[in-house]
């Protein structure tokens, strides 16, 4: 493995922040190959300034390179410009903390967040020199991976990828790495390349598309099963039981260039156990597992001292709900070693658990942006979402960031959900209008973003059967709503394009036959289908025209009970009848309540695997009918008693 640095350099100067390919960062790592170590390159494909922050890479780049046995390095999509010079001298994808050719490691891993950037990771392959179709490559070619959210369904990039991780990537890395170790050192022979996805097949929470058959009967998906007895007929995900065995990153990456999120970030837990029915991270990540307080305050105390950084986020699916969070974040606030410069932002707040304590909290330093997700417009449209915000909440929450003197917040809302009628569409206006009244008691300067993204069902939800929303019905209720605030002052609308949302949904609930789509509309130029500047549309219509694919069929119908849907062979733990269960209770606009302090309804997360809620102080919220007072100066995480557990599909409250 040599660099290519001595070729890059020279391109540098012509494309728009060269500082993208440099790497330097402070807590880059500059790892030793050899010839015994399997070489990873973890990718993020999309721009550097977006990917850098991503704490999955950055966690699984150090425990790798901690490892005798293995070296990491990273790499991002190069942007338009770069690209264009790289293809036109023959420079390949390489790796930015040595400038390494992609095509020289053992394994390209991509990190896989968004359905859109789908384009971008077959990019990606092609510029590593490496053939963009599974079947098309030999022992000579790296292994292609990805973990990520959007692996629940994997089979839109079956065709792409070799193998998959499913779950939480701490643990199974380092069975991966030996058996990538045992192949590399047996000469990569030729004809091995099938022996190693077969023995990779075996790894619990690793999913090998080429070792399972695909069946259709007609339009429909028949099966999906393993070609070979000791390949899994359903691949389990993987899942950390305890989070504070894994303090990482230790050494968070500084840049030397802007970036998203760029400050100290602390995953605070994992999981969350609210059930709204629309949220495929909550719904794929549970159970809760929290980290423990003392270990959080430590890694935020070594964190800011290392980095300098003075703001840092306290990261995970819902912030607020932590158990202590007032303690933890008084603690970071008032800690004297932080000299009381450092602000905190909690990113994801559920506004049933924002308190006055937190708001004046926070504000002692900065007021960092404060959003809120109510999702839904209307009561009734929130307990068909399972998201059981009431308007008082929203208001309450609202009142304590401007009476500390907030101006700005912003609300998050979906709209296209299951059931929604118009007057729960124009409810988000009648939301975001309350709220500038209750701000005008504190300021007449108060704002109110009301940011509107339309709904895309997603594999391993409730919604999961639900026809999605066709663009011009969401382009009608976002008329809708620009009609009805066009006059309120203090209310700003933004909402997300529905054509993105359409081309998402062709992609999150596709079957391997969309993988012919996604090629289709990289070979015409469609890359970085994130980016406004560069979506276009009509590159995935063309695309499904050319392959005979119906967007009504894949996109907006709704799917039947009995029918197997294409990521049934890959579980996150939840039983399927109790997602339909679920699914006909949000028909039945009936909720679900937080498992973590009512009895358990069995969904299957933790009792399939043998795992229960971890929290840090067990202390349920107001209303909140469970717990075990566990003190949170202890730190330890202490399991949740749980109830006797209901059957699967047994009444919920
Ligand atoms: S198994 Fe029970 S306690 Fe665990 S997430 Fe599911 S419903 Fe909640």
Redesign the pocket.
Known sequence: MTSLWPRIEPLLAKVQKPARYIGCEDGAQQPVHGPHKVAWLLVYPDAYEIGLPNQGLQILYELLNERDDAVAERSYAPWTDLEALLRARGVPLFSVDTHRAAGDFDLIAFNLSAELVYTNLLNCIDLAGTPVRAAERGPEHPLIAAGGHCTFNPEPLADFVDLFVIGDGEEVIAEITEVVGDWKRSGRTPGSRQGVLRELSKVPGVYVPSMYDVEYDGARLASITPKYNDVPARVEKRTIADLGAWPYPKSQLVPVTEVVHDRLNVEIFRGC?RGCRFCQAGMIT??VRERPAAQVQQMVSDGLKRTGYDEVALTSLSSADYSGIDQVVGGIINDPSCSGQVSVSLPSLRVDAYTVGIASEIAKVRRTGLTFAPEGGTWRMRQVISKLIREEDLYGAVDSAFSQGWQRVKLYFLTGLPTETDEDTLGIAELARQCVAVGRKHSNRVNVVASVGGFVPKAQTPFQWFGQNTAEELRRKINLLRDATRKERGVSLKWHDPKATMAEGIASRGDRRIGAVIEDVWRHGGTFQEWSEFFDLQLWEDAMARQGLSIDWYVHRHREADEVLPWDHISAGLHKDFLWGDWEDALAEAGTPD?RWTP????????GYGI??RVASATPPAGGSQGTGQDLSTGGAVPVQ?LP?AGAGAPRS
């Open positions: 156990t549970r159970p498992c358990c309804y069995d969904c299957g997360a933790c009792t229960e809620h749980l557990r």
